[in-house]
């Protein structure tokens, strides 16, 4: 069985106090530790996002089914606000909620 990665959405959604999105997502690929950085990915279930921090990454469960990160952001308030624009330009380009539907990824189980 092929090992899965963390993968990252290609239009990746990042808090305005990040200014360096690289170096994060180049930790996040190694699982190293970081204190205020919060990950935002497809909910399982009906909901539409949700807000993980990166600190879960090294638990046992993140391993072994790598999230779909669709957005990072710095502090829980910026994850909040940037989940609030993912939905709203969203919506506002398409006139539907149907966001999980849309992304281009390989799809995990829900």
Known sequence: MKK???QFYDQLYVGDS???PEKIIKKL???AGQLNIYIITPAKGNDLLEIIHAGFLKQIYYK???PYII???NGYDEALA???KIVMEYYNKTGT???KES?????FEW
């Open 29 to 31: 690929k190694k699982n």
């Open 64 to 66: 072994e089914n790598p």
């Open 97 to 99: 909620f149907n966001f």
């Open 71 to 73: 957005g990072i952001a």
């Open 103 to 107: 992304l281009n990824y390989e799809k």
């Open 4 to 6: 899965r990665k963390i």
């Open 82 to 84: 940037l989940v609030e």
């Open 18 to 20: 990040i200014k360096k």
